[in-house]
């Protein structure tokens, strides 16, 4: 049996120590808007159709139940990764834009279909990528 259609990955969490200041990083760094903000977390709008999620550690590891219905626990811890997807020839204005920001290019990866990423390091140590088309037959 096919499953029912998917249409994307909505939202993506990082587990982060302090909510403010992480989202003031990705407020600098990508001017993303905030959708909310909570001490639990916040949540902030990526290219207008995708959703950055920065829960404090420790922050949901209870449901929340109301009268709309129940959120189930998470959390999470250690160094997480996630990548942005960036158009090939906007990648050296991203190089620009994040030594601007004092944030350090810890890696470059050339990848065999052709596409190019930059690695750096969050706030909270999570690994970030900022990738090009070709890094997979399906980007």
Not at 1 to 15: D, F, K, N, R, S
Not at 55 to 71: A, D, H, L, W, Y
Not at 79 to 101: G, N
């Amino acid at each position: 049996m096919t499953p029912p259609p998917l249409t994307g990955v909505l939202e993506t969490a990082l587990y982060v120590d302090d909510v403010e200041r992480a989202v003031g990083f990705y407020q600098d760094v990508f001017e993303f808007d905030t959708l909310f903000m909570t001490e639990r977390g916040a949540a902030l709008a990526v290219a207008g159709a995708q959703v950055l999620l920065l829960f404090r550690k420790g922050g949901s590891v209870e449901p929340i139940v109301n009268e709309s219905g129940t959120i189930p626990a998470h959390d999470g811890a250690g160094s997480l990764h996630m990548a942005f997807s960036v158009p090939a020839e906007a990648l050296f204005q991203w190089e620009r834009r994040l030594a601007k920001c004092g944030v350090e290019i810890i890696a470059k990866y050339n990848w065999p279909l052709g596409g190019e990423s930059l690695y750096f390091h969050d706030v909270d140590g999570h690994l970030i990528e900022l990738v090009t088309p070709g890094c997979w037959k399906i980007y």
